[in-house]
């Protein structure tokens, strides 16, 4: 059987940045070519209570954890675009993003994870963290890190 058409499944990590759009792109392209499903996750931070034994904070976050959900889900919405011919099934997860996808991943029996490597510098990877080196030293299928496009350049248009 050809490598490429193991990929049936295919689970795009987004994070509504430049990168992540040009990251899921890639992966619907593949997934048009292959005929592959493709599942766009955006996980979105977990809210926790200052006091977490009282009944009123818990109420306030769930309510803002709710909003929260209900923001990032139209927010995922408008940023998928339609592709003719391809199946694609939008999620909205809570919590620690690497966690989550890799858990989505194995859940739903992903063959692929795609997502974006937004160039950090070395600093910020020490002291932000980086999904991707989270994701890609965990995963137990394969994963396409697509590099951010170049800052600045736009493409040159042919000229005739």
Do not use: C, W
Request: hydrophobic fraction near 45%; proline fraction near 7%.
């Amino acid at each position: 059987m050809p490598a490429a058409s193991r990929y049936r499944r295919i689970v795009a990590a987004v994070d509504f940045s430049e990168p992540s759009r040009h990251a899921l792109q890639r992966a619907l392209e593949l997934a048009k070519r292959l005929g592959s499903a493709v599942d766009v996750v955006h996980v979105t931070s977990e809210i926790r209570p200052a006091v977490p034994f009282s009944r009123l904070n818990r109420g306030m976050v769930a309510q803002l954890q709710e909003e929260e959900l209900e923001l990032a889900e139209g927010e995922l919405e408008g940023f998928v675009p339609k592709i003719p011919g391809v199946r694609i099934r939008r999620q909205v997860l809570m919590g620690l993003p690497s966690v989550q996808v890799l858990a989505y991943a194995a859940r739903v029996g992903a063959d692929l994870i795609v997502l974006a490597n937004h160039g950090r510098t070395l600093g910020e990877k020490l002291l932000l963290g980086s999904v991707a080196d989270r994701v890609l030293r965990k995963a137990k299928v394969p994963v396409l890190l697509v590099p951010a496009p170049p800052r600045g350049r736009k493409r040159a248009a042919s000229r005739r």
